[in-house]
């Protein structure tokens, strides 16, 4: 079943309407919400993973636009450059998805990319500058 990663932006008169909840009952799709930042009056934006068939999917999508929600895949990439980290570990305690993780038989840090959400936590708490977000 294709999936998709979609960054949502929408208009403060959308805030407090069920978007996802939309897109569960009217299209079909499996919704994960992985990120969201939603503050009354402004805009809203939120990180969600979908899932369904190609057609409920463009039915979704469709509907979103035209109830005034931007929809942009998630294009940000998380690079970790293992050879400037010093696996001090200040990574692994912050990151919500444990993409970061501590490899518990040496103790060693790892990151996963198909595990992280782009959220960006890791990046000011790197103190070495082993993380960076490429657009
Ligand atoms: S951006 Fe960093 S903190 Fe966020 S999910 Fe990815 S690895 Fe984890
Ligand atoms: S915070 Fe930076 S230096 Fe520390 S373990 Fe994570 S990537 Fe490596």
Redesign the pocket.
């Known amino acids: 079943m294709p999936k998709k990663r979609l960054v949502l932006t929408f208009p403060s008169r959308l805030v407090d309407q069920p978007i996802t909840y939309f897109l569960i009952k009217d299209h079909n799709l499996m919704v994960n919400i992985l990120r969201a930042n939603v503050t009354p009056k402004e805009e809203g934006r939120l990180v969600i993973e979908i899932s369904g068939k190609k057609n409920d999917i463009e039915s979704g999508m469709t509907h979103l636009n035209e109830i005034g929600v931007n929809v942009k895949p998630l294009t940000k990439d998380v690079r970790?450059?293992k050879e400037?980290?010093?696996?001090?570990?200040?990574?692994?305690s912050i990151c919500p998805t444990e993409a970061?993780f501590v490899n518990r038989e040496d103790m060693s840090?790892s990151?996963k990319k198909e595990k992280c959400i782009a959220c960006e936590l890791?990046i000011p708490?790197?103190?070495?500058?082993?993380?960076e977000v490429l657009f």
């Open positions: 970790w450059y400037r980290c010093t696996q001090c570990g200040a990574c692994t970061f840090v990151f890791c708490v790197c103190p070495y500058r082993a993380v």
